[in-house]
């Protein structure tokens, strides 16, 4: 399936965009995603960290991921 | 307890902030106000620059709020979180806590504060004279 991922802050400029989609099994989950973005965009793994948020909820590595989800990818927050 | 949350790219109005939380049952009124720093390390910024995943981030002030609600008995509390591109000197953030004695104000102010700069989907980039920096990305 087709995964389209929403981006802001760092992650916007490492994608070179606000989004970009991935390709992922069917039965992938948050790991996968996170394993398959790296691959793509490298420079993810130089962040001090990063989550993603499925539905705008922070998720964990396990959570399962589906086609119709809205995915965003979160790196370090520093509002206020 | 009754709370407000909002994102804004408009300047924000601390008077507006504090008038809300506003109450005859309050005894004391706590406000934080995060304003944009003329200098980081030495170096000279000129301007910050703000962007957020707004339903996210509302999403999650107002689990903070209702956090800092169960922690301590507050009676209003606002948060107003500025979005776009920010001048030096200009609010990013207004936090405004009301209750019936002071202790309970401080601390659920700072608790959003706080609690708000670890988890929000807020970022700011710090513009420099020789580019910009997203805050906190790298270790």
């Known amino acids: 399936m087709k995964i389209n991922i929403l981006a802001f802050g760092i992650a916007k400029d490492i994608f070179g965009g606000p989004s970009v989609s991935v390709e992922l099994g069917n039965d992938a989950n948050v790991s996968n995603l996170k394993y398959a973005l790296e691959k793509e965009y490298p420079k993810l793994k130089q962040l001090a960290s990063y989550m993603i948020a499925v539905n705008n909820e922070y998720a964990l590595p396990g959570d399962g991921i589906h086609s119709n989800d809205e995915i965003a990818i979160i790196p370090p927050v520093s509002g206020g | 307890m009754q709370t407000q949350i909002k994102i804004s790219n408009q300047p924000l109005d ?23 720093r003329n200098t980081t390390k030495g170096k000279a910024v000129l301007r910050l620059e703000f962007e957020t995943y707004e339903k996210m981030a509302v999403t999650e002030m107002d689990k903070i709020a209702a956090q800092a609600g ?13 979005t776009g591109i920010l001048k030096v000197g200009e609010a990013a953030v207004v936090i405004a806590v009301s209750a019936v004695h002071r202790a309970a104000a401080f601390e659920a102010c700072r608790y959003m504060i706080d609690t708000l700069k670890q988890t929000v989907p807020i970022w700011k980039k710090e513009v420099f004279e020789d580019g910009g920096v997203w805050v906190a990305a790298h270790p």
């Not at chain 2, 005859?24 to 304003?35: K, L, N, R, Y």
């Open chain 2, 14 to 36: 601390i008077q507006t902030c504090i008038d809300w939380v506003m109450s005859p049952e309050s005894g004391g009124i706590d406000v934080f106000i995060g304003t944009v």
């Open chain 2, 70 to 82: 169960e922690k301590w008995p507050v009676q209003k509390l606002i948060v107003h979180h500025r």
